[in-house]
Every structure is written in structure tokens, then in C-alpha cells.
């Protein structure tokens, strides 16, 4: 297999048409379907894409409360100008199949509900609109020369899009498996003393202990 030359003979471009919840995943996903185009002047044997997934949390406003429930990513919204910055959500690799021309492929992203995850924090602290993405193409596009010869070619760290994800589509792929419900880690030792507590008063279920916690508080 051969390196190509300098000149581009796969000139790929990217751009997101939707997201939609993967509706038989075993954990919750999301499924961006990104669209490939070849400006190249030859067919694409196969493609394996690295994505960079960054949420631009510059590029939307914020009602109080949501302000309020974002205090432990960016501090008080006075800080806002300095402390407001890109997360990165997550990096995703998937083998794009043989194409002429272009294709749209399903990208699937794995979404968590652990609130110590900063991309999970913020997403969670949103009550509607969309969140403002940004998606970094990377990787390396094979395709075939005149004499046949199997050619590989990076792509250039150029390659990016954008795409406004809907809060709802989020929340419904999360409801899918943690219907109105938020997960919390906690140390052994704190969920031993919680767990004492839950027996100690005869609490019926997790949100009961917890609830009282609050009350006494």
C-alpha cells in the first residue's frame, strides 16, 4: 500500500443532517447522521473517520436557572466571560463504507447519565433550545489509483461542521432507558451511610431516604 501524493485525490467535505435516539441501543445513544461528499476525482474504497464531538457553550444565552444549574462548570455568571468555554463531549471512530460521489452514515454517540461527566452536567442543566456543536473530522480515506493500487490519504484537520442539537432530542434518547430519573456517584463510604440511613428509617425506595435528608436539612 502507498502513501498518495501531496495533491488531494479524495477531497472529502462534512455536514450533519439530524440526530435521531437509536431506539434499540443498550445503553442510551444518539445517532448523527453525517453526510460525506467526495470532490475527489476518485471512487472511495472506505474511509476510517475520527470525530471530535465539542459543545460550544459560547454560542447560546441562558435563562437563571439554567445559569444557576451551571454554576459548578463555569462558575457565577459574572465569571461567565472568562470561565464559559468549549467542552469537549466526546471522540467517536467509525469505519465509512465504499461510496461514489457522496454518502450519509449514522454516527452513533453513546450518551451518559453521570452527572460528574462534564458534557452529562451540562446537558442535564438545559431546560429547552439546542445545544450549539461542533464536530472535528479527522482519519484517513483509502481509495484506488489508476493501476489499481490500494492508496491511503489523511484527512486534512481542516474538516469540520456544525449542528444545533435539539435539548428534547437529548432528553428523549435518555428517557428511553432513565425515564424522568438523574444518576449521582457517590463513595462507597457515602453510599453505606446512606444505605444505613434507608434501613435505619424504613424508607421505601432511594428518593424517600433522600427526600428526608433534604427535609431535615
Known amino acids: 500500500m502507498a502513501l498518495a501524493e501531496q495533491t488531494s485525490a479524495a477531497d472529502l467535505s462534512f455536514g450533519v443532517e439530524g440526530a435521531t435516539p437509536v431506539e434499540y441501543a443498550a445503553v442510551p445513544t444518539l445517532a448523527f ?100 456543536l461542533e464536530l472535528l473530522f479527522s482519519g484517513t480515506v483509502f481509495y484506488s489509483a489508476a493501476d489499481g493500487r490500494l492508496q491511503a490519504e489523511r484527512i486534512a484537520w481542516t474538516k469540520e461542521a456544525t449542528y444545533s442539537l435539539p435539548v428534547r432530542v437529548w432528553r428523549e434518547t435518555m428517557d428511553r432507558h432513565f425515564p424522568g430519573s438523574a444518576w449521582l456517584r457517590l463513595s462507597r463510604d457515602s453510599y453505606d451511610r446512606l444505605r444505613a440511613y434507608r434501613a435505619r428509617h424504613a424508607h421505601a425506595s432511594w428518593d424517600d431516604a433522600v427526600e428526608a435528608l433534604l427535609g431535615d436539612a
Open 33 to 132: 447522521r453525517v453526510r460525506v461528499e467526495n470532490a475527489g476525482s476518485v471512487p472511495v474504497r472506505s474511509v476510517l473517520l475520527d470525530t471530535q464531538i465539542q459543545i460550544a457553550a459560547r454560542l447560546r444565552a441562558y435563562g437563571a436557572a439554567e445559569q444557576q444549574r451551571l454554576g459548578d462548570l463555569f462558575g457565577t455568571p459574572e465569571r461567565w466571560r472568562d470561565t464559559l468555554r468549549t467542552l469537549l463531549w466526546t471522540r467517536v471512530t467509525l469505519a465509512v463504507p465504499p461510496f461514489t460521489g457522496h454518502t450519509v452514515v449514522e454516527l452513533p454517540v453513546v450518551c451518559t447519565y453521570d452527572l460528574e461527566v462534564a458534557a452529562a452536567s451540562y446537558f442535564g442543566a438545559l431546560d429547552d433550545g439546542v445545544v450549539p
